[in-house]
Nanobody, 121 residues
Framework: QVHLVESGGGSVQPGGSLRLRCVAS????????MGWFRQAPGEQRELVAG???????DYNESVKGRFTISRDNAKNTVFLQMNSLKPEDTAVYYC???????????????WGQGTQVTVAS
């Protein structure tokens, strides 16, 4: 069974930094995509950043130049370095992975439980 676990969230002042980590565990054959989504209270869940197994990245316009996504394919791990944090970055951040668990199995999307990021003075 695939299990995604996030860590690294917390509370910081505006301008501060956090580094999120997500580890996908299980009998994973390949991970096509890993990324981070976020959802603030009363808002839609939105893509923050995503990265393919080949290293292609995609960022929400609001975080470009401030956040950096990276991955370790061998360890099925994705990171999100968040710098120059703003109050509007406050949200629950969810890890997402699109992967194949077994050679004969389908490609499916998996979600972590989420980690809270709070940016306030």
């Amino acid at each position: 069974q695939v299990h995604l676990v996030e860590s690294g969230g917390g509370s910081v002042q505006p301008g501060g930094s956090l580094r999120l980590r997500c580890v996908a565990s299980g009998s994973i054959v390949s991970t096509n995509f890993m990324g981070w989504f976020r959802q603030a209270p009363g808002e839609q869940r939105e893509l923050v950043a995503g990265i393919s197994s080949g290293g292609n990245t995609d960022y929400n316009e609001s975080v470009k130049g401030r956040f950096t996504i990276s991955r370790d394919n061998a360890k099925n791990t994705v990171f999100l370095q968040m710098n120059s944090l703003k109050p509007e970055d406050t949200a629950v951040y969810y890890c997402n992975a699109i992967l194949q668990q077994t050679d004969a199995g389908p490609i499916a999307s998996y979600w972590g439980q989420g980690t809270q990021v709070t940016v306030a003075s």
